[in-house]
């Protein structure tokens, strides 16, 4: 506790003492990147939606702070699920405020739902974090196609409409979130909208689900042309969120990593092709089990090149984590990262623990294996702050990580599960920044 007695999770830290080999079984929980975009869709029902197998994380708890902020009531019935009740939003502020925004740039998500529902909305313009720009750009140019009138003014975008109307719109690059904003704001339009160039990411596969569900008309998502017959109005839905592929798949790397025999209950390897693929091709054997996936390592790690892409092409969430377990095979990796322009911060600091890994404009030439030695290293965003953890089970000795706030946004409990996996790791509350 700090000195007010107060805890400060921003000051907790994780100490790991490496060398164990991770045996046993992990259950995959609900995927962030589904459940928050699924969140922001409960705005476009105009009656309750339950969420279940919702991931216990601080985004999800971020949101939900939004959402309340909106006048849509949140309640849990239990750890992993929610009730939003989007009714007392026509009496809220429509804004998302700088403050949440900054804190969680998923945040922007809801605008297509607040625009397509209410007609208007407010929402801060996220500005860039750790990794990149991040510009929301497109999902703009979308809504406006769909007759949103847009100001950009203070730092923040105000958009006003009286009735979406159907439209045909390109992306000029594939995103996610615009996707996800321009799907569920053409929705509720008058007409027929198509998109082209949309993201397939699963999370957009399982946002169409919900939506339809809802009651939407939406066909093609997971493919790179959406079309979505808009309708009057959506219904309330009870739906239980798809497994992370992306903390599956670090899970596999630990596994790998460590000359391990891990079973990952219920991950979703029909979203992971291109992660098993890759992680296959250093040896490791991926082997489908029942819905579940079992992971053995092998006796040496060989190198693997990657390039991230677009779904279905090698997840950019998972390149920090395939770093490390390129760093402990034995000979030279490519890593080249083609979605953010700034997403190697983890690179400096696994170099401090004994990596050799080498930037060059936007690849890391990777030579193993690396002799790790435990030291103190910081975390800096989310996926960066897994591949330490994941160095830190292979490092000789004791490492320390700091602000691992960073990894509990996506990760649950993640020093918990991995001690259930047999290693040396815990998690030290109010450490000394
Ligand atoms: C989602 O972010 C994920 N977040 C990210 O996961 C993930 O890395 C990303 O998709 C790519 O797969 C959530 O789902 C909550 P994008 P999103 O819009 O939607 C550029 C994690 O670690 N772009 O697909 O924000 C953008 O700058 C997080 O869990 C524009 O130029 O990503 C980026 O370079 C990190 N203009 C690229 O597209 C726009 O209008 C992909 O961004 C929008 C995006």
Redesign the pocket.
């Known amino acids: 506790m700090g000195r007010t007695g107060v805890r400060r999770p921003f000051m907790d830290k994780i100490v790991i003492h490496g060398g164990k080999r991770l045996s046993g079984e992990v259950q995959i929980l609900g995927a ?2 589904a459940a ?2 699924l969140m922001c869709a409960a705005l476009v029902g105009d009656r309750p939606t339950t969420f279940r197998h919702l991931p216990a994380l601080t985004d999800v708890a971020t949101m939900v702070r939004l959402l309340r902020s909106l006048g849509c009531e949140c309640s849990y019935a239990d750890e992993r699920t929610l009730t939003l009740d989007p009714r007392g939003v026509a009496q809220g502020t429509f804004e998302a405020p700088y403050e949440l925004v900054k804190t969680m ?2 945040s922007v998500t809801v605008m297509g739902p607040l625009l397509a529902r209410f007609g208007r909305t407010r929402i801060s313009l996220p500005g860039g974090c750790a ?9 703009l140019k979308g809504l406006e196609a769909l007759g949103a009138q847009i100001t950009l003014r203070h730092g923040y975008v105000d958009l006003r409409a009286d009735r979406l109307r159907g439209a045909d719109f390109v992306f000029d ?6 996707t996800q904003n321009v799907m569920m704001a053409a929705a509720l339009a008058n007409g027929t909208s198509r998109l082209e160039n949309a ?1 397939r ?1 699963p ?1 957009v596969q399982e946002l169409a689900i919900v939506l339809n569900k809802m009651g939407a008309k939406i066909s093609g998502a997971g493919t790179p042309t959406v079309l979505i017959e808009g309708v009057d109005r959506l219904d309330g839905v009870d739906h239980a969120v798809l497994p992370d592929r ?1 903390e599956a798949g670090t899970f596999m790397v630990a596994a790998a990593l460590t000359g391990g025999d891990v079973l990952l209950r219920d991950a979703p390897v029909e979203y992971m092709q291109a992660v098993i693929a890759k992680i296959q091709q250093t040896g490791t054997r991926c082997e489908a089990e029942g819905g579940n996936l079992r992971v053995v390592a092998p006796e040496r790690l060989k190198p693997v090149d990657v390039v991230t892409r677009p779904h279905p092409g090698f ?3 998972m390149q920090a984590q395939l770093t490390v377990l390129a760093s402990a095979a034995h000979g030279r990796s490519a890593i080249t990262e083609t ?3 700034n997403r190697f911060m983890h690179v400096p600091e696994l170099n401090r623990l004994g990596a050799d890994i080498v930037v060059n404009g936007n690849t890391a030439i990777v030579r193993g294996p690396a002799q790790y030695t435990g030291s103190t290293v910081m975390a800096t965003d ?2 960066a702050s897994a591949s330490l953890v994941l160095a830190g089970l292979i490092a000789e000795g004791r490492t320390e990580i700091r602000r691992v706030y960073h990894i509990d946004r ?1 990760y649950e409990r993640i020093e918990t599960r991995l001690q259930a996996l047999g290693a040396d790791i815990e998690r030290h509350h109010d450490a000394p920044a």
């Open positions: 962030k990147n928050l975009p740039r998923a990794i990149g720009a991040r510009p929301i750009d497109q999902h690059t594939v995103t996610v979130g615009g993201a990411e999370e992306i997840p950019t969430d979605i953010f322009e989310l996926r996506g």
